[in-house]
């Protein structure tokens, strides 16, 4: 993260980091343009952060594997049978992920996580309850880095510009098993522009790019079965635009609705000098401050780390925050593109959730919110977003198992399907529920 070269952003000529500021200086660098791993993806009111590449989100996330509470489950997907998702599901999609959880001895004696223990600590001085939180980050492999067995990731400031070791992400899991069939072929650096019915299924338009951008080829290919899974920003971009240019009119009105942000903001304090938080951070969060059942600040909120070589003495948190705002993607005629309806003015709710926490730990520690990682004189992260959700709700846009009211043989099964909040952080969700989907899928329809 503080060396990043072409390889790090989606064909950019400069960094987007999430942190973007610190003691009065930006910290994001000019590059080549190169299609590199993550993308911040601009609309009028938030920058949605995605993965590109084979792996997708995986490969850029900090890898916590959060199974959902329960009750909120059962609020958000109430079509879903909970007891089947707890009972197979979600045990299915974290074996296959690869979920782990960290050794709390060694948590608790290393320098690594100093600034998760800082940041339990001042949570549960003002009265909040803490958690380790699982991932998808071999926590083995993570203490021979320590130890200087294997070549360091996750604790030489690799995340969100990917990992050359130590993450199971989906690349090494879900995806080496589908290659293994030999019944997998992959291509990359093709960008899907159309799908219109034709005969018994559809054709399907691609561009191909090359490292820079440029489109060098279009094709077009016949498919049986369509299954959309370019995540919750593309794949509703993609149907929203079909059903207004007319090449799948039938589309449920629907399609485009129910998106969120997870409730995502981001904030900083300052603590004092006796509560350092390490020079040396592990980059892959393992503990989150659980406030979720308080109605007046319902908030998850990960300790973060903020890798940067020096001690800051800085206590970061992504908050996922229980907002229900909620926008929709539009087609634009007059560009040819889509738009998100999101709005700054759209955050105020999880900001005051947020602040509801964070005041009463500043308080009780004497501390003060930082100002200058998101800008200039900005104390909330409220920009952007890590955790995109909804455009295609399940049994809205599409039946109860993500088939496309309106068209035999397409199919959704990624983040779009779910409404706009998970409570926690996505991935486990969106992957049972694949699961759950593609079960029924293969039972009924293949």
């Known amino acids: 993260m503080l060396s990043p070269d072409k390889r790090s952003t989606w064909l950019a000529t400069r960094t987007e980091q999430p942190v973007s500021n610190f003691m009065g200086f930006g910290i994001n660098k000019n590059i080549e343009k190169y299609v590199g791993i993550l993308d911040a993806e601009k609309f009028a009111g938030i920058k949605v952060y995605q993965g590109r590449g084979v792996g997708g989100g995986s490969l850029v996330n900090g890898g916590m594997a959060v199974t959902p509470k329960r009750a909120w489950f059962e609020e958000i997907l109430p079509s879903v049978d909970a007891n089947e998702m707890y009972n197979t599901f979600f045990p299915r999609a974290n074996t296959t992920l690869g979920v782990n959880n960290i050794d709390q001895a060694w948590f608790e004696s290393t320098p690594w996580y100093q600034f998760a223990r800082t940041g339990r600590k001042t949570a549960q001085r003002s009265g909040f309850a803490t958690t380790f939180v699982p991932n998808v980050y071999d926590f083995e492999y993570m203490k021979k880095e320590a130890a200087g067995q294997v070549p360091k990731s996750s ?16 690349d090494k899991t879900y995806l080496a098993q589908a290659a293994a069939t030999g019944k997998l072929t992959i291509t990359t650096l093709h960008r899907v522009t159309k799908v219109v019915p034709a005969g018994a299924g559809y054709d399907v338009t691609m561009e191909q790019i090359d490292e820079t951008g440029n489109v060098i080829a279009t094709k077009t290919i016949g498919a049986d079965k369509v299954f959309f899974a370019a995540g919750s920003v593309g794949t509703s971009k993609l149907l929203v635009a079909m059903k207004a240019q007319g090449h799948l009119p039938n589309l449920s ?68 925050t229980k907002n229900p705002e909620r926008a929709r993607f539009s087609f634009n005629s007059g560009t040819g593109k889509v738009d998100l309806s999101w709005t700054v003015a759209q955050n105020a709710k999880g900001i005051a959730m947020t602040k509801g926490v964070f005041d009463k730990i500043n308080k009780k520690e004497g501390t003060i919110y930082r100002t200058d990682l998101f800008g200039v004189t900005k104390t909330w992260g409220d920009e952007f977003t890590y955790h995109p959700l909804g455009g295609c709700i399940l049994n809205k846009a599409t039946d109860n ?46």
């Open 401 to 446: 198992h993500g088939r496309l009211n309106g068209y035999q043989g397409l199919y959704v099964m990624d983040g779009a399907l779910v409404p706009g909040n998970t409570g926690v952080n996505p991935f486990v969700t969106i992957t049972a529920l694949a699961e759950r989907n593609i079960a029924n899928i293969i039972g009924s329809d293949m």
């Open 253 to 320: 009105s629907e399609v485009g609705e129910g998106w969120g942000n997870n409730g995502n903001i981001m904030v900083g304090r300052a603590n004092h000098m006796w509560d350092a938080t390490g020079k040396n951070q592990a980059t892959i969060p393992t503990m989150g401050i659980d406030n979720w059942s308080d109605p007046a600040a319902p908030i998850f909120a990960e300790i973060a780390p903020l890798p940067a070589g020096l001690e800051t003495y800085v206590s970061l948190y992504l908050a996922i």
């Open 155 to 170: 604790l030489a400031g690799e995340v969100i510009y990917g990992n050359h070791a130590g993450k199971r992400s989906l």
